[in-house]
């Protein structure tokens, strides 16, 4: 059975979901992976409306178009971040209040919680987001950081996430973190750190994402194969290394599409993430969920560059598709059929 083909909803909350599944449905996607922000999935509103999951589901069934994960990055962030007024823009009304940052630490907590159980009305079994971190600043080794602050960021994730992970558990969902540079976990020995923290507790896993790895050095595919059972979901995007003597990889505190930083995101398929190998790596785990297209490109339209050409096609062997830009909105549909049939677990 081959790999269903989704769309992450997150850079499309400035449209009713309405129109993004009347788009999606249009281009070809088998299903959506929901935002918990716009109007596309309100966890308050799931709990408090006994209609409110039919709802959506019956919205997404109209366009012929399945649901296998939500996302909650944004609430997610907030939990071991040291807040400060840049969460105010992220973080719903209710969850910031006045600000403080130990009543938005507790409250982003039991937001997660009932994310969980939102899920589980919903019916699906997996929640995409992120853990925030108290210790990225410490990334540099500069002044020099005691092992024990270190051991502390940690401490905290054990005592701020366990009780989140217990609501998981009771709801029979799963938590896959996006490892990303600024959250407890942002490469493979951070990742490892974090299970261990835990406890190894399979409530506890990672939404892949190819792009915010390649630009560190790390190869993606050893990621999966480091952790071929806690790949829970995954997300296809894209990203860029350019560096030119003059670059730099942590991007001289530049905005994202300014060309002046030492790396970008890209439309799949229109970076350095080779496809192939991140394939194979899925097979070999036996990953046979949802392969979840974000887009996140400020150098191309996003109806141009969120569901097209992924790199590669699986016949008798992988081989390289040919894209082109010119090619128009008409070629998404033939496109998304194309990548249903790519990526068949072994």
Known sequence: MARPVTLFTGQWADLPLEEICKKAGEWGFDGLELACWGDHFEVDKALSDDTYCARKRELLEKYDLQLFAISNHLVGQAVLDTIDARHKAILPEYVWRDGKPEGVNLRAAEEMKNTARAAKKLGVSVVNGFTGSSIWHLVYDFPPVPRSMIDAGYALLAERWNPILDVFQE???????EVHPTEIAFDIYSAQRSIDALDAREE?????????????????AEFIRFFPDRIYHVHMKDASVTLNGRTGILSSHLAFGDHRRGWDFRSVGRGGVRFEEVIRALNQARYAGPLSIEWEDSGMDREAGRPRGLPVRQERRF???PTGLRRGVRRLTQSARRMRTLFVPM
Do not use: Y
């Open 171 to 177: 709801c029979g969902v799963k938590f896959a973190l």
């Open 204 to 220: 506890f896993g990672f939404n892949f994402d190819p792009s915010h790895l390649l630009w560190q050095g790390v190869d993606p």
């Open 319 to 321: 081989r390289t598709v």
